[in-house]
């Protein structure tokens, strides 16, 4: 299957933060291609072994999340319509929106309504949640013998391809870094690594990173990579320095530690791999914040995949830079020997 390709198949399904068991089952089909051992485990995140076959090797683990941004049903009014909160939304990207409604009976579409534009004192105004309710085009009577109070909703835009190497998607956070992920196990296929890879398609980022922490207190590796995205510049967004096309980004900051910083780099320079720096000072908002925590402690390092329109249903990524972020993990992964005095 191609790089696009996979992507689009896991963006295709709904997995929205707490309910990520749909794509949890992609997602260890996708990796039993590449390690071994793979699993779900209890908490629901997806997890392979691949073993360098040296006694004693240290283990690096490699993690992207594989939950989505999404919304979960809080009340059914007389209309039918259904109230809603939502998890990690732009708010501004809800009015006219459609949506997927995750029922037991299946998936149901559903519209973000709102009052019009022309009936406010302010059209200019943003819509508080509160305000916004879905039309699933049900009577009150009909909705409630369908749909229950806690059932998930996610946005139901399907993946396309843009001029440009680009493509467009809801849940390209994080699954195209899973891919990513992927691409590097494609490319050390059949070569001697000096360490063992734990591969993580983790869940419950988007909550708080507690699947990665799972793994990684359950697991104890001794080094992560967390692999997330990052903003990249748009036309409202001149502060934003990173672009689409430039390849992956590394970061030195709290969650980055230098010592890794400095082989990432030095394996990008290595291999002629593009890619951009930024500072990250404080917390990252990745999984590597948690891994970090785990058990003794893990060194950790981020890196990231340019992304535009973060948390929206029309995230767009390019995707020359998937393929060189996962030349990059894979080639510090070969590198690599966990001989790093943290």
């Known amino acids: 299957m191609e790089l696009v390709d996979k992507i689009k198949r896991l963006t295709s399904e709904f997995g929205v933060s707490g309910d990520e068991k749909r794509v949890s089952a992609i997602a260890a089909e996708l990796l039993r291609e590449y390690t071994d051992e793979v699993q779900i485990d209890e908490f629901g995140n997806v997890t392979g072994f691949l073993s360098c076959g040296v006694e004693g090797a240290p283990t690096l683990m490699l993690d992207a999340h594989i939950d989505q941004i999404g919304f979960i049903v809080t009340g059914i009014t007389d209309g039918g319509f259904l109230r809603f909160m939502a998890i990690g939304v732009d708010q501004r990207m809800l009015p006219g929106s459609e949506l997927a409604v995750l029922t037991r009976e299946g998936v149901i579409r559903g519209v973000v309504g709102t009052i019009p534009a022309i009936m406010q004192d302010d059209p200019t105004a943003s819509i508080p949640i509160g305000d916004m309710t879905v039309d699933i085009g049900m009577t009150a009577e009909e909705a409630r013998r369908v749909v229950r109070v806690g059932d998930y909703m996610a946005f139901y835009n399907p993946p396309f391809e843009l001029l440009g190497n680009k493509l467009c998607s809801k849940a390209l956070d994080d699954r195209a870094c899973f891919v990513c992920i992927l691409h590097a196990l494609e490319l050390l296929r059949n070569k001697q690594l000096k360490v063992n890879l734990l591969v993580c398609a983790s869940i419950k980022e988007e909550l708080g990173g507690h699947g990665s922490l799972y ?8 080094f992560a990579i967390a692999i997330d995205v990052s903003h990249a510049k748009t036309q409202d967004a001149p502060e934003v320095v990173c672009e689409l096309g430039k390849g992956p980004i590394i970061d030195i900051g709290y969650n980055s530690r ?24 404080a917390g990252s908002g990745t999984n590597a914040w948690s891994i970090q925590l785990a058990g003794k402690g893990v060194g950790t390092f981020v890196m990231s995949l340019p992304l535009k329109y973060m948390h929206s249903p029309v995230e767009v990524l390019h995707t020359e830079d998937v393929r060189n972020t996962g030349a990059l993990i894979a080639a510090f992964a070969q590198a690599f020997d966990g001989r790093v005095q943290l």
């Open 258 to 281: 230098p010592e890794l910083f400095a082989l990432v780099k030095k394996a990008a320079d290595d291999n002629n791999i593009p890619y951009q720096v930024t500072p990250c000072p």
């Open 215 to 222: 793994v990684a207190y359950r697991h104890k590796p001794e």
